[in-house]
């Protein structure tokens, strides 16, 4: 889980990272893009720049990784609203010409919680999670996977079932994303999922 400094991370530091790796045997599989200061990157920040996922492929060839790495990024809007973005193709342009070049990448998109804490107080945002199934099938399964995050998917149906009176929710978004995703985030989550104490 890269941090936004780690972009700029030397090179002396990347071969030390190697030579602990090579030591005990741990390899990429995965690696979870920065933002701008922000843990998240979403696809709307791809969208302007994709300098992480550059630098993420860098990676790839310096440091032991498996055959396929996932870099996975964070989506909060369906197909159809992605696409309403004037660079939208440009960037799935792109993320494919990156792939010919890094045959190891894998764009991971993973459902988010569907609230944010924000200085304004709990902000409900505009996503179902299973959406990404939609993202995933219009880049192409040869580029891209759904990255499964248990907690986000608990607090989705929480918030289904006490807003909208849904039941059995939190099922119905694991097996409509499950059958696309390479990487699964585990956690357990309370409720809403995003109140200190509610998340681990």
């Not at 843990?39 to 993420?56: G, H, M, R, V």
Request: one cysteine or more; aromatic letters at 6%; a negative charge.
């Amino acid at each position: 889980h890269m941090n936004p400094r780690d972009i700029d991370m030397p090179l002396r530091d990347i071969n030390e990272v190697k030579d602990l790796m090579k030591e005990n045997g741990v390899i990429i599989t995965s690696i979870h893009l920065p933002s701008n200061g922000i843990q998240n990157i979403t696809f709307i920040d791809l969208l302007s720049n994709i300098k992480q996922l550059k630098f993420a492929c860098f990676l790839m060839e310096l440091l032991p990784s498996a055959e396929e790495v996932v870099c996975i990024i964070h989506n909060e809007y369906e197909l159809g609203v992605l696409k309403q973005f004037k660079v939208f193709e440009e960037t799935v342009e792109a993320i494919k010409n990156l792939k010919k070049v890094h045959s190891k990448l894998i764009l991971g998109i993973e459902n988010v919680s569907p609230l944010t804490n924000s200085k304004a107080g709990i902000l409900v945002r505009k996503t179902r999670g299973v959406e990404n199934v939609d993202v995933v099938n219009y880049l192409g399964t040869d580029i891209s996977c759904v990255v499964f995050d248990t907690c986000h998917a608990m607090s989705q149906a929480f918030l289904d079932e006490k807003v909208l009176g849904h039941t059995d929710r939190y099922e119905e978004i694991r097996d409509r994303l499950l059958p696309f995703a390479k990487v699964i985030h585990l956690a357990d989550c309370d409720g809403l999922g995003i109140l200190p104490g509610t998340h681990g």
